[in-house]
């Protein structure tokens, strides 16, 4: 199976709001309903930031949500900081997107 | 606090063999799916394996099926990745994660590195 689709980069300015998009197919991403969403630093390991598509661990801020349609899951971060500048990867049926970094310019 | 701390990551030739190592804990490691999850240089993330609390089902990427195998002892709360007939593609970070079902990979350990070269 072939990973799931994510643009290689996005960007925007602290306190704006920037969308991450994850494509995959019906087979995945349009009926899974545990699509998860991890951000990595460089040089650190991934840490999970959503679950079951729109669900948010223990201590991940609420500027952070998911959501999805068809099949294509997404990542919302809102009132972007500086700290949120890193990569982010999507996840469905053990299947990885190619990552998105994030840049706040 | 759940830790997770990979070891036995090292530099091999090409066809050649390694074990990892997980040692888990901070939760009850037994009751848990657990896998490996890799990433190679500049790359993204690919799951590898992962198996079921008593480790009995097994489940493996098709790209290392036959070649390694995964497995778990719950008395000493380890898990395990060995890898055999190791080839140039399977350089990478090695994660062990903790998975809370559902292929959701909720902790994962600092990472141990495999370089396969001659």
């Known amino acids: 199976q072939s990973a799931l689709t994510q643009p290689p980069s996005a960007s925007g300015s602290p306190g704006q709001s920037v969308t991450i998009s994850c494509t995959g197919t019906s087979s995945d991403v349009g009926n899974d309903n545990h699509v998860s969403w991890y951000q990595q630093y460089p040089g650190k390991a991934p840490k999970l930031i959503i679950y079951e598509v729109n669900e948010r661990p223990s201590g991940v801020p609420d500027r952070f949500s998911g959501s999805k349609s068809g099949n294509t899951a997404s990542l919302t971060v809102s009132g972007l900081q500086a700290e949120d500048e890193a990569d982010y990867y999507c996840?469905?049926?053990?299947?990885f997107g190619g990552g998105t970094y994030l840049t706040v310019l | 606090e759940v830790q997770l701390v990979e070891s036995g990551g090292d530099l091999v030739q090409p066809g050649g063999s390694l074990r990892l190592s997980c040692s888990a804990s901070g939760f009850t490691f037994s009751s848990i799916w657990m896998a490996w999850v890799r990433q190679a240089p500049g790359e993204g993330l690919q799951w590898v394996a992962n198996l079921n609390q008593d480790g009995k089902k097994k489940y493996y990427v098709d790209s290392v099926k036959g070649r390694f195998t995964i497995s778990r002892d719950n008395a000493k709360k380890s898990l395990y990745l060995q890898m055999n007939s190791l080839r140039d593609e399977d350089t990478a970070i090695y994660y062990c994660?903790?998975?809370?079902?559902?292929?959701?990979?909720?902790?994962w350990g600092q990472g141990t590195r495999v370089t396969v070269s001659s």
């Open positions: 996840s469905s049926r053990r299947l």
């Open positions: 994660v903790t998975d809370r079902g559902y292929d959701t990979f909720e902790n």
